[in-house]
């Protein structure tokens, strides 16, 4: 499984993609939302990117079919690899559809069911988001949601990208590997967490100090 990072955060992202395991960024409305208001989201964008240098999905917030081409065309300017985020609407489906009909990826984002992921593999995503987090937040098992698409793809041998969205603990990064998930999108905050073990560190710190009392 592979590891995004889920954030619009340029210092976040640089330092995680510093460390070398991250294949991606994917970003959001809300997530934009949090930077520096006076930011020209367009420099900030292509700086993620170049950052990350691998996938970068950029979301688009028209929600009528052709505001969504306007605004994927208008990213693909920006850079010619990125991958359009869609919300799963009807007139995002079409989007997708065109998109998809021209070779340009997409990611289609706010499904929380195997049955949303399903129609939005059909209508031609390369990157089908589903969302855990927000499940679990009204109370409803998302795992179940996971298990129920990675089954699915499995057994019908789609190819679109399953993406696990919506982390809020390191235990939804184990369970999404476990379930077979291709990419999960963690927030920086998530993937601190997921790093860190106190014996690692009381470990380091020991070899550190008897590093001290020999001669190399
Ligand atoms: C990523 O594609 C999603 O937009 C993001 O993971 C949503 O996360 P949230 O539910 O924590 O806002």
Same mark, same amino acid.
């Given at each position: 499984?592979?590891?995004?990072?889920? +954030?619009?955060?340029?210092?976040? &992202?640089?330092?995680?993609?510093?460390?070398?395991?991250?294949?991606?960024?994917?970003?959001?409305? +809300?997530?934009? #939302?949090?930077?520096?208001?006076?930011?020209?989201?367009?420099?900030?964008?292509?700086? &993620?990117?170049?950052?990350?240098?691998?996938?970068?999905?950029?979301?688009?917030?028209?929600?009528?079919?052709?505001?969504?081409?306007?605004?994927?065309?208008?990213?693909?300017?920006?850079?010619?690899?990125?991958?359009?985020? &869609?919300?799963?609407?009807?007139?995002?489906?079409?989007?997708?559809?065109?998109?998809?009909?021209?070779?340009?990826?997409?990611?289609?984002?706010?499904?929380?069911?195997?049955?949303? #992921?399903?129609?939005? #593999?059909?209508?031609?995503?390369?990157?089908?988001?589903?969302?855990?987090?927000?499940?679990?937040? &009204?109370?409803?098992? +998302?795992?179940?949601?996971?298990?129920?698409?990675?089954?699915?793809?499995?057994?019908?041998?789609?190819?679109?990208?399953?993406?696990?969205?919506?982390?809020?603990?390191?235990?939804?990064?184990?369970?999404?590997?476990?379930?077979? #998930?291709?990419?999960?999108?963690?927030?920086?905050?998530?993937?601190?967490?997921?790093?860190?073990?106190?014996?690692?560190?009381?470990?380091?710190?020991?070899?550190?100090?008897?590093?001290?009392?020999?001669?190399?």
């Amino acid at each position: 499984m592979q590891i995004y990072v889920d +954030s619009a955060n340029l210092k976040e &992202i640089q330092h995680a993609a510093s460390m070398g395991f991250i294949s991606g960024v994917t970003t959001n409305p +809300s997530l934009l #939302a949090k930077e520096d208001p006076t930011t020209n989201i367009r420099e900030l964008i292509l700086s &993620i990117h170049k950052s990350v240098g691998g996938h970068t999905s950029v979301e688009v917030i028209s929600t009528d079919t052709d505001g969504m081409l306007r605004e994927a065309d208008e990213i693909l300017a920006w850079f010619p690899e990125a991958t359009i985020k &869609i919300p799963f609407i009807p007139a995002g489906l079409a989007a997708v559809r065109k998109l998809s009909d021209q070779d340009i990826p997409t990611n289609v984002t706010l499904l929380f069911t195997a049955n949303q #992921a399903l129609i939005a #593999a059909n209508a031609g995503a390369t990157y089908v988001s589903l969302f855990l987090g927000r499940l679990d937040d &009204i109370g409803t098992d +998302s795992m179940q949601a996971v298990h129920d698409t990675c089954e699915i793809w499995d057994t019908q041998g789609l190819e679109s990208f399953i993406i696990a969205a919506s982390i809020r603990t390191p235990i939804h990064l184990l369970e999404c590997a476990k379930a077979g #998930a291709h990419i999960a999108t963690v927030p920086y905050k998530v993937l601190m967490q997921s790093m860190k073990h106190p014996l690692t560190d009381a470990g380091l710190e020991t070899f550190l100090k008897d590093a001290q009392k020999v001669t190399m």
